[in-house]
């Protein structure tokens, strides 16, 4: 109940903050979610201080979502108000957003809820921490991405759809620029990382992180397709996605679960993830005109130095076997970065440095380092002399 009440609080933040975004003006956003995951986080140490149990959890994240509302009305001042005048407009794009939203959930969720019947509850527990490891990479790096993605294609919406189709291919280049090698190293590194974080008791999470992760990672290459709708108007396409998607996951994970068990299932969930990157790639053929084919292109120096980054990653594994998997993660991890990246960049010199995402993320770290650096020279101290 908590929980849910905890999500209903959510959906009660100040919308004029979207609109701010939607302006391209993202500090209003960031305050209220940073504010928000630090007062919660404090809020649940706490109660996990002097409640010792899980209620501290779930209390904490109550918390938390409390105080964004309360901040969202902070930053952006706006007195609600109920009125039906424009009932109609909201239910032609929202309401179809609500509905793909619920097919959504239960998209991501039928898994967890097909093995609440099926698996005992060590098992369902193996399944959901392995899926809450493989989720993080790809989910936190592409995050921050999406959100800027809405407000970006709705402000080139209106112009020539040549410029909103450059954008989203450089966008979703980016994305998979960043989180194929993020959810693909998790996959290679699962088990140093499990002996690691977690003990030797959750090894058996380990096989189901390295097909789960990937899974994120492959999905993570049309992650774009929602905000570009969105921008466009067409939700409506957006919910026929997620629930094609519904009717091809449930027969995939449960024809998997009953062959080879959890792994089974965790295959047949990736199966489904590469079916519904194939749907979200006509969609987005449908919307911009651009073929299945160019957008698959797009990420050729991703995908190749990805595949360079892996084999390294695993080849390297299996040569440590004998050293403890805190060496082990220390040699692989930036190893395998260095290995991506040089790959990356070789692939882009090859092709005589053309702008496109490699162009925005080098242009980003040098947004970020030159002010980093003026930073640290204004809270320089002169010396006395």
Known sequence: VLSGLT????????????????????????????????????????????????????????????????????????????????????????????????????????????????????????????????????????????????????????????????????????????????????????????????????????????????????????????????ARGDTRALFWRELLGLGMRVPLVTVGLLVGGMVGAAWGRSLGAVVMTLIAFRLVREILGLGVAAQVWAHRRTIAATGAMTMVVLAGEAHLARFAPEVVLALLLPAGGLVYLSVLGLLWVAEGRRAGPETELLGLARGVLAKSLAFAAARRVPPIS
């Not at 649940?44 to 209620?55: D, E, P, S, T, V």
């Not at 032609?92 to 957003?97: D, E, N, V």
């Open 7 to 230: 999500g209903a609080i959510g959906g009660l933040v100040n919308p004029k903050v979207m609109l701010k975004t939607r302006d391209m003006r993202f500090a209003p956003m960031l305050g209220v979610q940073l504010s928000q995951k630090l007062i919660g986080l404090a809020a649940g140490i706490a109660l996990a201080l002097w409640l010792r149990n899980y209620w501290a959890v779930l209390i904490g994240n109550a918390v938390g979502a409390l105080t964004g509302v309360l901040l969202s009305y902070l930053v952006a001042p706006y007195r609600p108000r109920f009125t039906l005048a424009r009932a109609r407009d909201i239910m032609g794009f929202s309401g179809w957003l609500f509905m793909g939203q619920v097919v959504t959930v239960l998209n991501w969720r039928f898994d967890h809820l097909l093995f609440g019947f099926v698996l005992t509850r060590p098992q369902l527990g193996t399944y959901s921490m392995a899926d809450s490891v493989a989720a993080i990479p790809s989910r936190e790096v592409t995050t921050p991405f999406v959100q800027a993605l809405f407000p970006g294609f709705s402000a080139v919406n209106g112009e020539d759809i040549t410029r909103l189709r450059r954008a989203y291919g450089t966008a979703q280049a980016a994305i998979g620029m960043v989180a194929l090698p993020a959810g693909f190293g998790r996959a290679a590194i699962a088990a140093p990382l499990v002996r690691v974080a977690l003990g030797e008791k959750w090894l058996a999470a380990v096989p189901l992180i390295q097909i789960i992760a990937a899974c994120y990672a492959i999905q993570t290459v049309a992650i774009g397709v929602r905000p570009l709708a969105m």
